[in-house]
């Protein structure tokens, strides 16, 4: 069941993924064509010109940015409120399985959406950046890859997993303010929204109180060299870890909980 609940999921979804990240990818190209146009054109424009034009660059990547990374959110939330809460809960909760099973689909398809988006970022800049490349005949690949061997492998990885279970707890915590915004006979939408701030403010106080990742500049000025940044900085991720694994059983076992044991539905 929890296939062809992921399936379903999927299936409704990937039309709106596809067409932002279309339509991303078509931003970075004709913010890379403004940006290519200022390098080589730079000395026959003037500063006004310029300014205009970069200002113009930064609001399409912008622009593009904030539309992909509110469609994710829209979707998440529009699609855990309206089948587990709104009137397709009523077909949801009589499917013959179990209340984990319907919660894992749905956090399981909103971190695959959410991948894919931060994908859809990552090969924008790409494409952003090969097209001011290829005006400059410069291979930006290479470019990239002296960037990560700069970084250093551990703490590419490393921060790339950290994310990974930030955006587990980002979806959670969506879903568990929508949940306990269902607790309220009246204004359930508004309550979500009180209890979202509420939980935003409260792990945001917690996270700066308890830091989550600890950087610590090693002695490397005295031998005179390094060779990435994972030599230079020594980040101890595990409290992060910690940190991010407690949000992510204590909010999916209260979602857990309000489905289960005080389901109301509209």
Not at 91 to 103: C, F, G, K
Request: proline fraction near 2%.
């Amino acid at each position: 069941m929890f296939g062809k609940l992921m399936k379903y999921e999927l299936k409704a979804t990937y039309k709106w993924y596809l067409i932002i990240s279309g339509v991303l990818a078509i931003l970075a190209i004709f913010a890379g064509l403004l940006a290519s146009s200022v390098i080589t054109g730079a000395a026959s424009y003037t500063a006004d010109t310029t300014y205009t034009i970069v200002g113009i660059v930064v609001l399409v990547i912008f622009a593009g940015y904030i539309g992909l990374t509110l469609t994710n959110y829209i979707i998440i939330i529009r699609r855990f409120y309206n089948n587990i809460f709104g009137r397709e809960g009523y077909l949801t909760w009589t499917l013959p399985t179990s209340s984990h099973t319907v919660l894992l689909a749905k956090a399981t398809s909103a971190l695959i959406w959410s991948i894919f988006c931060f994908i859809s970022l990552v090969l924008s800049l790409v494409i952003f950046l090969g097209v001011i490349g290829l005006s400059q005949q410069q291979n930006i690949f290479e470019v990239l890859g002296l960037l990560l061997e700069r970084i250093g492998g551990p703490l590419f990885w490393q921060t790339l997993f950290f994310q990974l279970l930030a955006t587990i707890s980002g979806i959670l915590m969506l879903y568990c303010a929508i949940s306990l915004g269902q607790l309220f006979i009246n204004h359930r939408v508004v309550m979500a929204f009180v209890f979202g701030f509420i939980l935003w403010v409260v792990l945001s106080i917690i996270g700066r109180m308890f830091p989550t990742v600890e950087l610590t500049s090693l002695s490397y000025l005295s031998s005179g060299y390094y060779d990435t940044l994972s030599d230079v900085l020594a980040v101890n991720f595990i409290p992060a870890y910690i940190y991010e694994l407690v949000k992510i059983v204590a909010m999916y076992f209260t979602v857990h909980y309000v489905t289960k044991f005080k389901l109301n539905l509209q």
